[in-house]
């Protein structure tokens, strides 16, 4: 932190800390707007239902516990029992209400919570007489709300509603303005500080400002009026409130410290203060022991902390308790600064701390993290460094390492080596647990993190065992396992697929649908919905992979229409799996060569992806650079190249930001979208820049090739013919062989894996080889390769089936690759044979690259 100097607006006589004024529970400002959230409300605790569950979601600062506790204090006005429920008091929750008596019980940084606020839930969900609702206030409905549900049946059925809650935006009022509502909250922070009420101009965040920056705005304008009656209007910058009342505190701090004797002498010299109380925000100590071994720990790495004076320090910094009594999105950039500042600090809180306090100080960076992998935050590092190092001192406990990983952002690319790691901690923290159901979750969230950071093949034996001890529960507990079976199912389905095993993964898909149309057929809450619109996509995906496409359309529309449904309930929730729905479904109608109906669906992809990359890029970067490349492709297979270049361009940079945070996933998707950008510049004309970045997607290719060869050489392959097929434009027969003779190796090991596959590929590259021959007048070359295309090609366009029709343009292209290497070689009669028999199959179809 900068050094400590005098506020504008700070006396020595007002030594209380003004930022506790904020407190929601202190409700200093009068509650304004979220008239539809409160009447939403007001209805929810009517409603006959005997218990009831809802969510209180969005961002720091933007009001969910003020607008939560103002629920409360209406329903005690109405003559309820309002009870806060604490960390660790979810137990004794439903004992201290009376029988008979409807409650409301508040269950703040829900996301934090270990399984008792599950036990909480079971517990009442299992009836009691008068009403009871659990309002539950969390920054999203994330990893450990879905957890949540999957504790139990009635749980689940509990938390329906709770699942069409949306997130607080931040405007509170129609046509927000936000001067208007620093004006409104002066005059109140006036009188609680007992100073006159002073003008202000405010200089409002464009887009709106969230409650909390509001407020401070006024708030500091009241501090800085303290120095004497205004002689004018005082100017209020929104943005820059936060800052200017942190400063407010640390005098706080310093005069509250000189009053308890504590600044100085034996106590700390100023130069250690902050330090100290970043450590207490960090760790939450709670006793006057915990606060006595922080202050000696953090003595080691701050210079100027005195041990003769450890007991007072520890009183003041009870006292001052800032992790409980401060506004988070206020004190965390003084945490972060300070553990940057003094990079030994983190491990001196940590070394020695109590397994609750190290509990504390992992979930607190990861809500640092969280906020600063927002868009509104792009200098993400040091967050994410401590947050690594909180992790890596969380003791072996499962539930604590469970609670830290369900409160990370999801899905999170900058976050998923981190969450693969703690999954796997989680995991290990079990050993032979005897309980099947802890321990089959265990190696679900396992499976799903390593996948999710590029380690399907590390993934894939935990994700088994999963799916076998959910098969066994299942067969004792239908009702509460066979929805866990479902989705497992699915899970091992995305990580075949990610490893290539395209058919493995369409069985188990369609088994994980065919379960979850029975259990979503049969389930009032909807919660099954979401599952079957994901297995819904992920097996229109497989099915497309295995080269039928027109296949894939139905399940993949299918999807759409659930995913769409499932959005105008929660758009924050479900438009990403709409998102994706409808990149699959216009990829699919390109694939399939009806480019005019893949644009409507792949624009509103793009529409929809742009949102939500502009708001979360960390979670959703991904998948904008599909619907890039999907609209791209679709726009070139129209024949608008012009009009494609701009998004296969912003495809490839989006794709090179998600492959440098995650390399393992999305490395592939990076070679894909090089190959489509270098195809279509080069077929524009711009030779020099497509072939350099057609080049680098094979050296991407080779790259991944090195690392699993099975999965990887079918895009290796196609690489290289695309750049043997770019050469052949160019009229570069030599350099086209040299990539075409290597592509058609690897399309021949493919073909001998796979045949019904890819025969039809390393025909076409075999057609290739004898057209470079060709050109390169090396007729009796040529022959050889021509020949063997025509005879698999002939092979296919005679089987009986569908397919066949599809194989008859590359036979016609054969064919004449053939009847031309002939010639070359004046045998004029076999060439005129071949000749007509091409011209009998019609004109080849002509298509750019491979």
């Known amino acids: 932190m900068s050094p400590l100097s005098s506020p504008a607006g700070a006396t020595v006589a007002h030594v209380t800390s003004p930022a506790r004024l904020l407190a929601p529970a202190r409700r200093t400002v009068p509650f304004l707007g979220r008239t539809a959230e409160r009447a939403s409300f007001a209805a929810w605790c009517e409603d006959p239902r005997p218990v009831s569950v809802r969510l209180v979601s969005g961002p720091r600062g933007v009001g969910k516990t003020r607008l939560a506790r103002e629920v409360a204090h209406e329903r005690a006005h109405a003559g309820w029992t309002c009870l806060d429920v604490p960390d660790g008091a979810e137990a004794a ?69 709770a699942r069409s809650d949306r997130a607080l935006r931040p405007e509170v009022l129609p046509g927000q303005v936000d001067a208007r509502l620093v004006t409104a909250f002066v005059g109140p922070y006036a009188q609680a500080l007992g100073v006159p009420v002073p003008r202000v101009a405010v200089a409002s965040v464009p887009g709106g400002a969230r409650m909390l920056d509001l407020q401070a705005a006024a708030l500091c304008a009241v501090l800085r009026s303290q120095t004497g009656p205004p002689a004018g209007v005082l100017p209020v910058d929104v943005s820059d409130a936060l800052d200017e009342l942190l400063e407010h505190e640390r005098w706080s701090w310093f005069r509250s410290a000189e ?66 009594a401060l506004p988070a999105r206020l004190l965390d950039p003084h945490l972060l600064a300070e553990l940057t500042d003094t990079p030994d600090l983190l491990a001196a809180c940590l070394t020695g701390a109590s397994p609750a306090s190290a509990r504390r100080a992992a979930l607190r960076m990861t809500a640092v993290a969280a906020e600063r992998l927002d868009a509104r935050c792009a200098e993400h590092g040091p967050a994410l460094d401590r947050l690594g190092a909180a ?47 802890r321990l089959a979750e265990a190696r679900h969230d396992a499976g799903v993190a390593l996948r999710e950071a590029g380690r399907a093949e590390d993934a894939e034996p935990h994700e088994r065992r999963a799916v076998s001890q959910f098969q066994r529960l299942a067969g004792a507990d239908p009702r509460r396992f066979r929805p866990r079976l479902a989705v497992q199912l699915a899970h091992l389905a995305a ?55 027109a296949a894939a359309l139905a399940p993949g529309r299918e999807a759409v229409e659930v995913w769409r449904r499932l959005a105008q309930e929660n758009p924050e929730r479900f438009v990403p799996g709409l998102a994706r729905a409808l990149a699959g479904v216009a990829r699919w109608l390109v694939d399939l060569g009806r480019a005019a109906e893949a644009i409507g669906p792949a624009a509103e992809s793009l529409g929809l992806s742009r949102d939500l990359a502009a708001t979360d890029p960390d979670a959703h970067l991904p998948g904008l650079g599909d619907a890039l490349s999907v609209t791209g492709s ?32 999305y490395l592939p998707d990076l070679a894909r979208s090089l190959q489509a950008l270098g195809t279509t510049l080069a077929a524009r004309g711009e030779t020099r820049e497509g072939v350099a970045l057609q080049l680098e997607a094979v050296e991407v290719r080779r790259r991944l090739v090195a690392g699993d060869r099975d999965r ?93 029709e599809r194989h008859r343009a590359p036979l016609a292209e054969a064919l004449r690759a053939l009847a031309l290497a002939l010639h070359d070689q004046e045998r004029f009669g076999e060439a005129q044979e071949v000749r007509g028999e091409a011209e009998d199959l019609g004109t080849p179809m002509v298509r750019r690259g491979n």
């Open 391 to 437: 992790v890596a001192a969380l003791p072996p406990e499962h539930d604590t390492l469970r609670a830290v990983s369900g409160a990370f952002p999801h899905p999170s690319l900058a976050l998923g080596e981190l969450r693969a790691e703690l999954a796997s901690r989680t995991l290990g923290a079990l050993g032979a647990a005897p309980d099947g159901a």
């Open 259 to 324: 009053e308890e004797g504590v600044l100085g002498g034996t106590g700390f010299r100023p130069e250690a203060m902050d330090a100290l109380v970043a450590a207490a925000t960090l760790t939450g100590v709670r006793t006057q022991d915990a606060a006595e071994n922080l202050v000696r720990r953090v003595a080691s790495v701050v210079p100027g902390v005195q041990d003769a004076g450890r007991a007072g320090v520890a009183r003041w910094l009870l006292a001052l308790d800032p992790a409980r």
């Open 634 to 665: 679709a726009l070139v297979e129209q024949g608008d190249d012009e009009e494609a270049v701009p998004y296969l361009t912003e495809a490839v940079a989006t794709h090179r930001r998600t492959a440098e945070e995650n390399p393992g996933r």
């Open 93 to 161: 929750a439903l004992a201290a209400v009376p029988d008979g008596a409807p409650a409301l019980l508040l269950v703040d940084d829900a996301e934090r919570r270990g399984p008792a606020l599950a036990d909480l839930l079971r517990t009442a969900a299992r009836g009691r007489n008068g009403a009871l609702r659990v309002l539950l206030v969390a920054r999203d409905a994330g990893v450990w709300f879905d957890r949540l549900a999957a504790t139990d049946p009635d749980v689940r059925a509990l938390l329906g509603p």
């Open 712 to 804: 990887h050489l079918p895009g290796l392959a196609g690489a290289l013919s695309g750049v043997g097929a770019t050469y052949s434009r160019l009229d570069r027969p030599l350099a086209a062989l040299d990539a075409e003779r290597e592509a058609t190796r690897a399309w021949r090991e493919l073909a001998a894996r796979d045949p019904e596959r890819y025969r039809p590929r390393l025909a076409r590259s075999l057609t290739t080889v004898s057209a470079s021959f060709a050109a390169l007048r090396l007729g009796d070359e040529a022959v050889a390769p021509a020949s063997e295309a025509v005879v698999l090609l002939r092979d296919l366009a005679g089987s009986p089936g569908p397919d066949a």
């Open 495 to 549: 990580t075949c697929a990610e490893q290539g095993r395209y058919e493995e993964a369409r069985d188990l898909a369609g088994q994980a649908v065919a379960l979850l149309r029975l259990l979503a057929a049969g389930d009032a809450t909807g919660a099954a919905w979401p599952e079957l619109a994901t297995a819904l996509t992920d097996l229109a995906a497989t099915t497309a992979a295995l080269g039928d496409p």
